[in-house]
C-alpha cells in the first residue's frame, strides 16, 4: 500500500533553469495539494487540485509557478527560471475526499538554486 | 487573518517525563484539527484529526484534545524515539481544503 510518492527527492538547478516537481498520489486518492516549507519556515499552501482542474490557486506565486495534475499521470509542479529564493523543500499531500480532509505527505522534494 | 500558533518552540525532556504541547487558532469556523510528527529530512506524519470542542484521540504515548480555542497534544512516558517536530494544522473549511500550519514544536527527549 504504497504512500504519496515523489520525485525526485533532491534536485540541483542553476539561476534561470526550469524545475520540474512529481507527485503520484496514494492509491484511490482524488485530491492532491503542494506545500512549501522554506528553512526555519512552516508549512505554506500553494495549490489544491483535482484531476484536470485547479480547485484553489492562492498560495501560488503569481509568476513562474503552475501546477496541473493530468487525468493520467502525476501531478507536477513546475518553476520557470528559478531563483535562489525558490530553494525550499516542496511537499505534497493527497486525500481521498474532502468531508474529513486527512492529508496525507510525500517525502518531498528537496530544491537548491545554485 | 486566521492564525495558528504553536508553543513551546522548542521543548526538551527526559525520558519518562510527560508534557503537553499546545497549538492554539483563531476562532473562524474551524473544521478540522490536525496533528503530524515530522523527522528530519521527511515528511509530515499523520497523526490525528479532531473535527469538535471536547473530542480526544489517542495514540501510544500521545493524546490529543481540542477545546474552542486550542489543542494540546499530551505526551506520556517520552521515549528518545518521540524526538521529532510536532505540527499542528487547521482546515477552516469553504471552497478550498487549504490546511494552516503552525511553526511546530521540536521536541528532543533524553535517555
Known amino acids: 500500500n504504497a504512500g504519496v510518492m515523489q520525485n525526485p527527492r533532491h534536485l540541483v538547478r542553476r539561476r534561470g533553469q526550469e524545475a520540474r516537481l512529481r507527485c503520484s498520489p496514494m492509491?484511490?486518492?482524488?485530491?492532491v495539494y503542494w506545500y512549501r516549507q522554506l528553512p526555519e519556515e512552516g508549512l505554506k499552501f500553494m495549490v489544491y487540485?483535482?484531476?484536470?482542474?485547479?480547485?484553489?490557486e492562492s498560495g501560488m506565486p503569481k509568476e513562474r509557478f503552475s501546477a496541473e495534475f493530468p487525468k493520467e499521470g502525476p501531478s507536477i509542479l513546475r518553476i520557470q527560471q528559478v531563483v535562489r529564493g525558490d530553494s525550499a523543500a516542496y511537499f505534497c499531500?493527497?486525500?481521498?475526499?474532502?468531508?474529513?480532509?486527512?492529508?496525507?505527505f510525500g517525502p518531498g522534494t528537496r530544491l537548491t538554486v545554485l | 487573518e486566521d492564525q495558528v500558533t504553536q508553543s513551546p518552540e522548542a521543548l526538551r525532556l527526559q525520558e519518562g517525563e510527560s508534557s503537553s504541547l499546545n497549538c492554539s487558532y483563531t476562532?473562524?469556523?474551524?473544521?478540522?484539527l490536525f496533528w503530524y510528527r515530522q523527522d528530519p529530512g521527511k515528511g509530515p506524519e499523520f497523526l490525528f484529526t479532531?473535527?469538535?470542542a471536547g473530542e480526544e484521540k489517542e495514540k501510544e504515548r500521545l493524546k490529543a484534545t481540542l477545546t474552542k480555542k486550542e489543542s494540546f497534544l499530551h505526551i506520556t512516558a517520552p521515549k528518545p524515539e518521540d524526538s521529532a517536530t510536532y505540527l499542528c494544522?487547521?482546515?477552516?473549511?469553504?471552497?478550498?481544503?487549504?490546511?494552516?500550519f503552525g511553526t511546530g514544536t521540536l521536541l528532543a527527549v533524553q535517555p
Open positions: 479532531l473535527y469538535s
Open positions: 476562532v473562524s469556523g474551524l473544521r478540522g
Open positions: 499531500a493527497s486525500s481521498r475526499e474532502t468531508v474529513n480532509n486527512e492529508q496525507f
Open positions: 494544522a487547521v482546515h477552516y473549511g469553504g471552497a478550498t481544503n487549504k490546511l494552516i
Open positions: 492509491k484511490g486518492h482524488s485530491h
Open positions: 487540485l483535482q484531476k484536470e482542474n485547479i480547485i484553489d
